[in-house]
């Protein structure tokens, strides 16, 4: 009881600047400080969605591209920073006008109006900038993982400047930059197709130009597994995306400063929360039914799944529905990753399944629970920008292919890409010696035989 007290008492002596600030300051002030914030813890939670990308790719990886991963990810959240900055916003938002693509230049905050007193632009310049990057960020996050394990670095960095600079922001003009696609009245509350999709349609041509890791598909159609190094680390990353898909949706009600701001932020997380809930266990569900077992990575990808398929229209579905929503989204990633295999389209960590499928159907989905919406201006909106993302993507890899090479040698795929592409392990203590050959068949899903191989620790002299 007493620790209670101290709590309860604790608590109001921090809100006691607040409330005496409320009292000072004008509403339309008020408004303009919270929606900023706003836009910024949202944003700051939507860039700790890097790490989770970065620790769920870590862990779905083999041991000996681990540093890459981690790399990769830090690097590509980089140049998404200095190119939205360079060419990206300016192309997603200025000057748009129902048209085609923003204009070139430099972004510069503009805040002489607020700083005058005037509070109507609703929110600092910065802070929308800030958290309009790191969707950019995330989209580029989505291909690392798809194309991971046998990709050149300093030509999947190249890519990600173009995809990052040039075709996100483009394409998110349309919409969200009140282009010609908003003009129709197509709706992605928060980028199941402006962010996912996007990535996926990236991965997906990058995956199929760049071609299968050695040993994925064997003769007769046979699927070899390639185990990931860290379960537990892959959950990690997947309880951080998780968390930072309230800033992606909830922060995508762009405001905070009256109630029904608040109100509709509420709603948005919950119902982010609960589609998340239905696409895992839906998918766990499916699994056993169909394997006999329950896999741990499609637990985890059902879960993103959700996450994925609800962004569209997470504001208007009732819980029930936002639940469903999700759980038709981990069905059909758990019968997307073996369609992809069936392909031959190696996809390390299932970002097709999850961000490019998942990223259709739930924008799809948003006719059913918005009445604003048509299923025809959906179907237009993600034909149009899947159309511009594969023409794009492929040109981009292509060129990368033709000049620089976008694949590493069979040899520092054999090794590695931490030894053969920087040269650091992320487990020097340990070193994984192949046998070659297939083993006995895994008792996991579909019983592909699985990899024969032995970690032991090095000996320090």
Avoid at 64 to 69: C, E, F, H, L
Avoid at 97 to 108: E, P
Avoid at 160 to 166: I, P, Q, S
Avoid at 248 to 275: E, H, K, Q, R
């Amino acid at each position: 009881m007493k620790k209670s007290c101290i709590a309860l008492t604790t608590g109001l002596l921090l809100m006691l600047p607040a409330l005496a600030l409320a009292e000072d300051v004008p509403v339309s002030e008020m408004s303009y400080i919270l929606n900023t914030f706003s836009f910024l813890i949202m944003g700051v939670l939507v860039m700790w969605m890097a790490a989770g990308f970065g620790m769920l790719e870590s862990g779905l990886v083999r041991s000996k591209n681990v540093a890459t991963i981690c790399l990769k990810n830090i690097s590509l959240f980089g140049i998404a920073g200095i190119l939205f900055y360079l060419t990206g916003y300016n192309l997603m938002y200025a000057g748009v006008d129902g048209g085609y693509i923003g204009s070139f230049g430099l972004w510069a905050a503009d805040d002489a109006a607020a700083l005058a007193g005037d509070y109507s632009g609703n929110y600092a310049a910065a802070s929308d900038w800030f958290f309009q990057m790191v969707f950019c960020g995330a989209a580029c996050s989505v291909v690392s993982g798809c194309v991971a394990e046998r990709i050149k670095i300093w030509s999947f960095l190249a890519f990600c400047v173009v995809l990052t600079g040039f075709i996100y922001p483009i394409q998110g003009s349309w919409v969200w930059g009140g282009g010609w696609l908003s003009e129709m009245g197509f709706v992605d509350f928060a980028g199941s197709t402006l962010v996912h999709s996007v990535g996926g349609w990236a991965a997906l041509t990058g995956a199929i130009i760049l071609g299968a890791r050695k040993g994925k598909y064997g003769k007769g159609g046979r699927i070899n597994p390639m185990p990931g190094s860290n379960i537990p680390l892959a959950t990690l990353g997947t309880f951080i995306l998780w968390m930072g898909w309230y800033g992606f949706n909830g922060g995508s009600v762009l405001a905070l400063g009256d109630a029904a701001s608040a109100i509709s932020m509420s709603n948005v997380m919950v119902n982010t929360n609960l589609a998340a809930c239905g696409g895992m266990i839906a998918a766990m569900i499916l699994v056993q039914i169909l394997y006999k077992k329950v896999d741990v990575t499609m637990a985890l990808n059902g879960a993103l799944a959700g996450l994925v398929a609800i962004t569209a229209g997470p504001d208007t579905p009732s819980l029930g529905a936002a639940t469903l929503i999700g759980a038709i989204g981990g069905v059909l990633v758990v019968l997307a990753v073996p369609f992809f295999d069936k392909l031959k389209i190696d996809d390390v960590v299932g970002a097709l399944s999850v961000h490019l499928v998942c990223g259709i159907w739930g924008t799809m989905a948003v006719p059913f629970t918005n009445s604003e919406a048509s299923f025809m201006t959906q179907f237009i909106g993600v034909a149009a920008i899947g159309a511009f993302v594969v023409i794009s993507t492929s040109i981009v890899w292509l060129l990368l292919k033709v000049s620089v090479g976008i694949r590493c040698s069979e040899e520092d795929e054999y090794r590695g890409l931490d030894v053969s592409e920087i040269g650091m392990e992320a487990y020097p203590d340990f070193q994984t010696v192949h046998l070659g050959g297939m083993g006995a068949p895994a008792p996991g899903i579909g019983d592909y035989p699985a990899t024969a191989r032995v970690t032991k620790p090095v000996t320090q002299n």
